[in-house]
């Protein structure tokens, strides 16, 4: 029996004997000897007691996240950068660590962030205080954390366990609806991620890079032009032409890995050009595009690096029809992206006066591991 579950499945049924006045009093009324049934009666009534409000792991994610955390102990112990999966994968070691260390966010948030201050450890209130700032300028936030490459493709890092269909990522998953029931517009991109693993431009990772894959990117970019598209509605539109084509990458992921990781190999991927279809010419972004995007090095990947025309503010111009504008850092997607958001801004006062939608896209481990944190920043003056 594992010690934790069962520790928070007592707890949770003290809180609904607790808490429920017509259950204590049932309980009251009883011989002395049926108490104790009476409790686990009322525990049995009550399913999201066991293990508190947000509910128990089950058996085969539980597994999955203790070999995680064997994984991420042993590579902070080696101060490896990169951990080793099967068939030549690589996995960035923060994105493993992110992953086993539960719940991330409210009070637990100190114990688990990489953050250098411990008042910037919670990404909630930051995420917040933006989106509010947004709101009250008529622009509309939309959230678009990357998932964990070992959320989408765990069998690559830990090929013996099977989650039977079961999140991998179940804390994100609970995150992503703390954040709803603050008004805050997420998109998840696993389930679409999963459903693509086998399409014809699969996989949706790169096997030795630590971004999505040029599938990867084209799938989110639908997936996020679905959620903006009337938001949007009539702005005029361009033409433009898709091709996929191969390339070679080197994958950053071979670089950063120690000399006990074999070197990789030149990965070939598929990634979707686009063009003017008029005059083959590359997008750019365009500043006085109502759409902008910010984040990290997933808004920059394949369109300032790795490769051309192929990133997410091409695939987002292909699906919408105009080109977006883009604010992208090879750094933290977390707080400094915001920073160079409120300087564009106070250069240009009547820059987010342009602005409908913003799309801040960024690897979902920056919620504990960015050492920067989650500070809250002025959108303008």
């Known amino acids: ?26 309980a009251l009324s009883l011989p002395r000897n049926s108490c104790f049934c009476a409790a686990i009666l009322a525990c049995l009534a009550l399913p999201r007691a066991f293990g508190g409000d947000l509910g128990p792991l089950s058996e085969s994610q539980q597994k999955f996240i203790n070999e995680l955390a064997a994984k991420s102990r042993s590579a902070e112990s080696e101060r490896a950068a990169v951990i080793a999966g099967a068939d030549g994968w690589l996995f960035l070691s923060s994105d493993i660590r992110f992953l086993s260390v539960g719940q991330f966010w409210g009070a637990d948030a100190a114990k688990v962030s990489r953050a250098h201050k411990p008042e910037s450890a919670d990404p909630i209130p930051a995420i917040v205080d933006f989106h509010d700032q947004l709101k009250r300028r008529g622009i509309e936030l939309l959230l678009v954390p990357v998932p964990p490459k070992a959320a989408i493709c765990p069998e690559k890092l830990l090929p013996d366990v099977d989650l039977h269909g079961e999140t991998a990522a179940p804390y994100l998953a609970r995150f992503y609806d703390e954040l709803r029931k603050r008004e805050i517009d997420v998109v998840d991109l696993a389930p679409v991620f999963l459903q693509n693993r086998a399409s014809e431009h699969a996989p949706v990772f790169c096997k ?66 686009i063009s003017d279809k008029e005059t083959s010419a590359t997008i750019n972004p365009d500043p006085n595009s109502p759409l902008l995007i910010i984040g990290d090095s997933h808004t920059l990947v394949f369109h300032d690096f790795l490769a ?62 960015s050492d920067q944190g989650w500070d809250k920043v002025p959108v303008g003056q």
């Open 1 to 26: 029996m594992k010690s934790i579950p069962f520790l928070s499945g007592v707890r949770g049924c003290w809180r609904a004997l607790a808490f429920q006045p017509r259950s204590a009093r049932a």
């Open 208 to 273: 030795t890079d630590s971004h999505w894959s040029g599938s990867g990117c084209v799938l989110a970019a639908q997936t996020i032009t679905e959620k903006i598209r009337e938001k949007l509605a009539g702005q005029p539109r361009k033409n433009y032409a898709a091709e996929w084509k191969e390339t070679t990458i080197k994958g950053d992921l071979g670089d950063l890995a120690g000399s006990d990781i074999k070197k990789p190999e030149p990965e070939k991927i598929a990634i979707r050009t």
């Open 308 to 369: 051309e025309k192929s990133g997410l503010l091409d695939q987002l111009a292909y699906e919408t029809g105009f080109a977006p504008d883009l604010i992208g850092t090879r750094g933290s997607g977390a707080t400094s992206v915001r920073v160079s958001l409120y300087r564009r801004a106070r250069k240009d006062p009547g820059y987010l006066a342009k602005k409908k939608v913003i799309v801040w896209c960024f690897a979902a481990r920056e919620f504990t591991e």
